[in-house]
């Protein structure tokens, strides 16, 4: 049985002594005061067993009362609605069991209102630490003060799209966009919000969030209902909610989507957050719940449905990243032919990568030629996808090191191409991260023949930029050759950043963030022509790691994805 309860008042009018012989009307000319009122609640999933439900958190309140216009709920967990009927259902998501003191005030003609205060206590179990984790760039659920800044993804088109609510045309598909696919990358009209700003904080009540930039873009089918301008962008005095902190709410996914639609042939994440007071993420629809479509350390994709009062009520998709792009990179390469998002725990997937073992090369040269002091091996503690991230962790080992190096060698090689990797790089005095590629043909031509790439590579001793190189053998002067450039960085180990190679057979260019800062002019005389494959790796002191911090334990280079277009 659910347990309902009643809750009754008796509402007591102080009246002007001149009105007290009109019978039991408490009007004042066409002021009524609402009277009688009380308060149901359904707590649900209670029974005998369960005795603050089922764990949903959902209660069901019922206010009832005369000479009412709307009934306001202050339901004591920092949100409030207004409802006509007075019934409504609501979601306290704090997770476990917590009591409540919820405030409904009834409204009459005039403004005048007569307010009841209750109590209810509820179960809460749904949680998802990892969305939070994420969103907030949060190393724990303990790791309080942590946040992470998301921009649009405008550097990739439909950042933005349109969609049906509940119909997925038969395929399970939801999350494209059937009405509208959405603006190309860097698109004119919507360029307004691209320096939008959404911080996402840990904090020990809770997770908020912040919109610290605007504006706010407002698209014609919400602009209509508000009777402005469509399809452009406004400040706070028509986005009123847009600035200020607010509280979010992590929550199972409802929608139909969530429940039964896919994306990329994978089901939707099933989470949902909520932002109070009316906060949105640049996008204005009236509407602030957003279902998680898909996330990993540097990309959120989510659903979010229009008001329906503005009789649209479609389903808009949006796309974030945490690394803010820049516009100017000018790509030649755009067919993506090979990929890994690492979005499957466990060991790096067999097919794509393989690995370097032990402590010297192919060629016997102890500390594979760089005087490096680490032992690379196939451990989980070293080598790991987890949480959508592909994690290689060098450890110290007693009075050793050892640490990770994987690579496409026999299993994925390919020449010229644009070559994308996201990556956080380790903080640690000592350690040495690099993105890189070698010649197909270095088991049997060796090095520097075969030649070498460097898309990223971080010295030890300091953090504050990263380097591109390319080696090969001059042959006319019969000598080691190389040219490299750095680039300063800044939070190269608390974000994530965007590490780019474009090769064509002209030139060899190298990007971070999308800003280029390396060219080499690539000719047939040098090994720049033929098929190379990719490395990652993180090596400790050496040539370029340099003197290990004596405190050392461990550190971690993450890459959230590699991508190969051509």
């Not at 008042?9 to 009007?27: D, P, R």
């Not at 504050?464 to 002067?477: D, I, L």
């Not at 050759?481 to 994530?496: L, Q, V």
Request: glycine letters at 10%.
């Amino acid at each position: 049985m659910k347990k309902i309860i009643n809750v009754h008042i008796v509402l007591f009018s102080v009246l002007i002594t001149f009105f007290s012989c009109q019978e039991n009307k408490y009007e004042i000319g066409n002021v009524i005061i609402p009277s009688n009122l009380t308060v149901s609640m359904e707590v649900v999933g209670q029974d005998a067993a369960n005795a603050n439900g089922d764990g949903t958190g959902f209660v069901i309140f019922t206010a009832k009362a005369d000479n009412v216009t709307n009934y306001q709920f202050d339901f004591g967990d920092g949100k409030k609605n207004v409802d006509p009927t007075g019934v409504i259902r609501h979601r306290y998501t704090e997770v476990g069991v917590n009591t409540y003191t919820v405030i409904i005030n009834a409204t009459g003609t005039g403004g005048l209102g007569s307010s009841i205060t209750t109590e209810v206590t509820i179960f809460s179990s749904f949680s998802d630490v990892e969305a939070e984790n994420i969103l907030t760039g949060s190393a724990s659920e303990l790791d309080f003060g942590s946040s992470k800044k998301w921009y649009w993804q405008a550097n990739r088109s439909g950042h933005v799209s349109l969609g049906p609510v509940s119909d997925d045309y038969g395929n399970g598909e939801f999350s494209y966009g059937a009405w509208w696919p959405g603006p190309d990358a860097w698109d004119d009209e919507k360029g307004c919000m691209y320096d939008n700003e959404f911080i996402f904080t840990r904090t020990e009540d809770g997770l908020t969030f912040e919109q610290t930039t605007g504006p706010a873009f407002v698209p014609g089918t919400y602009a209509g209902f508000l009777g402005i301008g469509k399809d452009q962008c406004y400040d706070d005095t028509v986005a009123t909610n847009m600035f200020g902190v607010k509280n979010v709410s992590i929550v199972p996914s409802e929608s139909k989507a969530a429940l039964e639609g896919s994306y990329d042939n994978k089901d939707y994440r099933g989470t949902t957050f909520e932002i109070s007071d009316g906060g949105f993420m640049g996008w204005l629809v009236g509407s602030s719940t957003y279902d998680i479509v898909y996330m990993t350390n540097d990309e959120l994709m989510v659903r979010v449905i229009e008001d329906p009062a503005t009789g649209e009520g479609a389903a808009w998709y949006h796309r974030f990243t945490s690394t803010k792009p820049v516009k100017g990179a000018s790509y030649i390469y755009n067919d993506l032919v090979w990929e890994d998002d690492f979005n499957t725990d466990g060991a790096p997937d067999p097919s794509k990568w393989d690995y370097d073992l032990g402590n010297t090369d192919i060629f016997g040269n102890l500390g594979w030629g760089n005087q490096e002091v680490q032992s690379y091996t196939n451990n989980p503690e070293n080598v790991i996808v987890e949480n959508g991230s592909l994690k290689i962790t060098a450890k110290k080992d007693g009075s050793d090191y050892t640490s990770g190096r994987v690579k496409t060698q026999g299993l994925y090689n390919f020449k010229y191409g644009r070559v994308e990797v996201r990556a956080k790089l380790p903080s640690a005095q000592g350690t040495w991260p690099a993105i890189w590629m070698l010649g197909s043909n270095h088991p049997t031509a060796g090095w520097p023949f075969s030649g070498e790439i460097d898309i990223m590579e971080q010295r030890g001793g300091d953090k504050s930029y990263v380097e591109g190189t390319c080696h090969w053998y001059n042959t006319a002067g019969s000598n080691q050759a190389s040219y490299g450039e750095k680039t300063s960085i800044d939070t190269p180990s608390s974000e994530f950043h965007l590490y780019t190679l474009e090769w064509t057979d002209t030139a060899i260019r190298i990007y971070l963030d999308d800003v280029e800062y390396y060219t080499l002019t690539n000719n047939a005389d040098l090994p720049f022509n033929a098929d190379f494959y990719l490395l990652l790796n993180l090596a400790m002191g050496g040539t370029n790691g340099g003197d290990i911090d004596p405190a050392f334990t461990q550190d971690t280079m993450e890459i959230d994805y590699i991508k190969v277009y051509q």
